[in-house]
């Protein structure tokens, strides 16, 4: 099974940019479809990005797309959520998840098996 750890979150002003990394390790990294969801204060985790296997298929859900992009590097066992254009609505704890399988433009919590500690991203107005 695969571990994860997000990193990378802190305090933007809004209209800034943020990345959070997401490290894997204890299995075959390219195996898993990767995920990001947030979890602001107060309200359910929500779906944010998923990206496949390969990279080669992404997912956005519709309040983020056009300001964030998910990425990942096989080679270094890592993804990543680029935020630009931030908003104090994205504000909040951003997890990455994984799940084994081929499947493209997972966006459900129950869709995911292993899931990071989540790092914590604040956007000032």
């Known amino acids: 099974q695969v571990q994860l750890v997000e990193f990378g979150g802190g305090l933007v002003q809004a209209g800034g940019s943020l990345r959070v990394s997401c490290a894997a390790s204890?299995?075959?990294?390219?195996?898993?479809?990767m995920g990001w969801f947030r979890q602001a204060p107060g309200k359910e985790r929500e779906f944010a990005a998923s990206?496949?296997?390969?990279?080669?298929?992404?997912y956005y859900a519709d309040s983020v797309k056009g300001r964030f992009t998910i990425s990942r590097d096989n080679a270094a066992n890592m993804a990543y959520l680029q935020m630009n254009s931030l908003k104090p609505d994205d504000t909040g704890v951003y997890y990455c998840a994984a799940r084994n399988g081929y499947e493209e433009r997972l966006s459900q919590l129950s869709d995911y098996d292993y899931w990071g500690q989540g790092t914590q991203v604040t956007v000032s107005s």
């Open positions: 204890g299995d075959i990294f390219n195996n898993y479809v």
């Open positions: 990206i496949t296997r390969g990279g080669g298929g992404t």
